[in-house]
Every structure is written in C-alpha cells, then in structure tokens.
C-alpha cells in the first residue's frame, strides 16, 4: 500500500500536516517526542546499571569471615 508514495507524495503529506496543525505545534510535538525519547534512553540506561549491580552481587558467594580475637 506505501510502496509508491514516493518523495513527492512524503512532501505533499507534510505540506498537508504543516497546514493543518502549524508549525508551533509540531515543533511543540516534536520537543515532547525527543524529551520521551530521551527518558527512555535513561530507563534503560538505569535499569541497566541496576542489574549489573544485582549480578556484581550475585558474584560475590564467599563466606564472610570474622576477624578472630585475641584468646587471653
């Protein structure tokens, strides 16, 4: 179904669209997306980070010993 839109047919739906909505509102929209986008790119980045550290931990298996004291 959009295998012939074509480069012209692309121009002609953002000439619609910019005529429709202008362009303080898409510029608006696209600030929203990139502020989204953006946050997304930091979740996972932050829960990324939070398994590493679950699997840093996860390593970790030995014992703890305590220190022995002195016997008087």
Not at 3 to 17: E, K, Q, R, W, Y
């Amino acid at each position: 179904m959009f295998n012939n839109i074509g480069l012209p047919g692309l121009l002609l739906i953002a000439i619609v669209v910019l005529v429709l909505f202008g362009r303080g509102k898409i510029s608006a929209l696209m600030g929203e997306v990139g502020k989204g986008i953006t946050a997304f790119k930091r979740g996972v980045k932050d829960s990324t980070e939070e398994e590493a550290a679950k699997l840093e931990a996860a390593k970790d298996v030995s014992p703890q010993t305590q220190p022995e004291r002195d016997k008087a």
